[in-house]
């Protein structure tokens, strides 16, 4: 089979002879290139069209990936978050457990010191006022763990002031009661009231200024009140005596002691030995005359001796 190729010029005709087997491979090879080229020009022009497709889904599937992160972090976050709100509920918990405690105890302090409940009533805060500030601006309610802090914190500060005040009124009252004369200077008792009673050598009716109270010899004389020792030595029909100023209007005077254990200018506290009970001066007995003072004027220490600290 041969096929001839005419020119439109004056050139001569070719002819080509397909029996001839390295045309046929020629021919072939030229095929075969131009299959192919065609072949990668459709691949090129797919690539073309779809590669903005390709490069959307590729970046979604990344966005998947970091969405898929982030969740994981945020789960480890809200974790921590509820573990930190646990620990926040406990501890919440063991600070309102204080706080009944410390109401107790202002409860307990004021059955103790004697004093008026309602004036530290630790249930309720104490009474405060001002004037109404109507220029704030709205703010949103906080949380029920924050409301409980809150609340906590505020309950607090009443229960610190209120312990505070008590603390300072105990202490006062522990300052005064310790320079107020009260209970026995010494063991045993009254054999001779205050008043006017028969003189006990004579038999005339004469004013007794103090109390007897009857002991054995050398029984020690303890200060029933806190103070300064401002006479020790021997006074006319006392023998040998103490005499301790308490500073608050009191004096009280301790006589016919057998052996004196304090010095003038010495301070004394409340069951200080100051004395040994015995009969000096003007006395039938061992005995310890007693004596109160209160703004340079004796009174009846009865109702000193009875009284208890």
């Not at 072949?39 to 966005?63: F, T």
């Not at 405690?101 to 104490?126: I, S, T």
């Amino acid at each position: 089979m041969q096929i001839i190729l005419v020119s439109r010029t004056r050139k001569l005709p070719k002819t080509l002879d397909l029996a001839n087997r390295r045309l046929r491979w020629k021919l072939l090879a030229l095929f075969s290139l131009a299959v192919l080229g065609c072949l990668s020009l459709g691949a090129a022009l797919a690539l073309v069209i779809a590669s903005p497709r390709d490069r959307a889904l590729a970046q979604i599937h990344d966005l998947q990936q970091q969405i898929g992160q982030q969740n994981t972090q945020l789960g480890a976050v809200r974790a921590d978050a509820r573990r930190s709100l646990d620990a926040l509920a406990v501890k919440l918990g063991q600070l309102q457990a204080q706080s009944t405690r410390l109401n107790a105890l202002g409860e307990r302090l004021v059955q103790v010191g004697k004093l008026d409940g309602g004036e530290f009533n630790f249930d309720q805060p104490p009474a405060v006022g001002g004037v109404e500030d109507s220029s704030g601006s709205a703010y949103a309610l906080p949380s029920a763990l924050e409301t409980s802090i809150d609340q906590l914190t505020g309950q607090f500060d009443i229960q610190q002031a209120q312990l505070s005040a008590l603390q300072s009124l105990l202490l006062d009252a522990r300052i005064e009661s310790n320079l107020k004369p009260t209970g026995m200077p010494v063991a045993g008792y009254i054999s001779s009231y205050f008043g006017v009673r028969p003189d006990p050598f004579d038999g005339q009716s004469e004013r007794h200024t103090g109390i007897d109270i009857a002991t054995p010899y050398g029984t020690p004389v303890h200060a029933v009140a806190e103070g300064m020792v401002t006479f020790a030595g021997v006074r006319h029909g006392y023998g040998n005596v103490v005499e301790i100023d308490h500073g608050n209007g009191y004096m009280t005077r301790y006589a016919h002691n057998s052996k004196l254990d304090v010095h003038p200018g010495q301070r004394v506290q409340v069951g200080d030995v100051i004395a040994q009970a015995g009969s000096s001066g003007r006395s039938t007995g061992s005995h310890v005359h007693f004596e109160v003072w209160h703004d340079g004027r004796v009174v009846n220490p009865l109702a000193f001796v009875r009284n208890h600290r």
